[in-house]
Antibody, heavy 119, light 105 residues
Framework: QVQLQQWGAGLLKPSETMSLLCTVS????????WNWVRQPPGKGLEWIGE???????DYLPSLKNRVTISVDASKNQVSLNLKSVTAADTAVYFC?????????????WGQGTLVTVSS | DIQMTQSPSSLSASVGDRVTITCRAT??????LGWYQHKSGEAPKRLIY???TLYSGVPSRFSGGGSGTEFTLTISSLQPEDFATYYC?????????FGQGSRLE
C-alpha cells in the first residue's frame, strides 16, 4: 500500500524559507509525476507546481521566482522549497504522486502540512 | 492561463438525491480533467480522471462527462459520506488550475 508522509516546519516568520518533504512508504519517488497543492484558510485548492519523471519542473507563475520542487532518489523523498514567505503563504500543503501505466491512473496524496507564517 | 469555473459554488441536497456539478474551462482542454472530493481536515480524494474514468475503489454512483470546455460530475444517489467540497482540475496546460469548489451540504 503506497503511503505518502509529509514532514516540515509548521511555523515560519516572514522572509524565511519554507522546506517541506514528502516520502513514500511502499514505493519509490522515481519515475512519477509529483505535484504540490495548497489550501489557504477558508479558500479552495491551489496548484503550486509539478516535477516530471525526467526532473523538469513547472510552477504557478505567481510563485515561480520563489519556489523549487526537487526529487532526491537516494533519500526517496520529494521536496518543496518556498523562499521569502509571507502571511499569504499560510496554508495546508499537500504532496501528490501521479502516474498512469498503461492508461490506468493512480493518484496518492500526502496527509497535508499546515504551514503558518507569522511574526 | 486556463480558468475553471464551477457551478454551483454551494448546493443543498439530501441523501438519495441526484446531484450534478458543472465545470467550464475558458478554452478546450481535451480530456485532461479530473475531479476530487475534499473533506475538511483530510487530504483530497481522487474520484475521476480523463473526464469520465473512475479511480480504483470509487463507488459507481459517481460519474463524469462532458467534452471540450464543459464537464460534469454527477452523483446518482447521494450518500451521507458524500457531503464534501468537490473540485475539478485541468491539466491540459501549465499552470494547472482548479475550479473554485462546489460545497455539497
Amino acid at each position: 500500500q503506497v503511503q505518502l508522509q509529509q514532514w516540515g516546519a509548521g511555523l515560519l516568520k516572514p522572509s524565511e524559507t519554507m522546506s517541506l518533504l514528502c516520502t513514500v512508504s511502499g514505493g519509490s519517488v522515481s519515475g512519477f509525476f509529483w505535484n504540490w497543492v495548497r489550501q489557504p484558510p477558508g479558500k479552495g485548492l491551489e496548484w503550486i507546481g509539478e516535477i516530471n519523471p525526467a526532473g523538469s519542473a513547472d510552477y504557478l507563475p505567481s510563485l515561480k521566482n520563489r519556489v523549487t520542487i526537487s526529487v532526491d532518489a537516494s533519500k526517496n523523498q520529494v521536496s518543496l522549497n518556498l523562499k521569502s514567505v509571507t502571511a499569504a503563504d499560510t496554508a495546508v500543503y499537500f504532496c501528490v504522486r501521479d502516474h498512469c501505466p498503461g492508461g490506468v491512473c493512480y493518484n496518492y496524496w500526502g496527509q497535508g502540512t499546515l504551514v503558518t507564517v507569522s511574526s | 492561463d486556463i480558468q475553471m469555473t464551477q457551478s454551483p459554488s454551494s448546493l443543498s441536497a439530501s441523501v438519495g438525491d441526484r446531484v450534478t456539478i458543472t465545470c467550464r474551462a475558458t478554452q478546450g482542454i481535451r480530456n485532461n480533467l479530473g475531479w476530487y472530493q475534499h473533506k475538511s481536515g483530510e487530504a483530497p480524494k481522487r474520484l475521476i480522471y480523463a473526464v469520465s474514468t473512475l479511480y480504483s475503489g470509487v463507488p459507481s454512483r459517481f460519474s463524469g462527462g462532458g467534452s471540450g470546455t464543459e464537464f460534469t460530475l454527477t452523483i446518482s444517489s447521494l450518500q451521507p459520506e458524500d457531503f464534501a467540497t468537490y473540485y475539478c482540475l485541468q491539466h491540459q496546460s501549465f499552470p494547472y488550475t482548479f475550479g473554485q469548489g462546489s460545497r455539497l451540504e
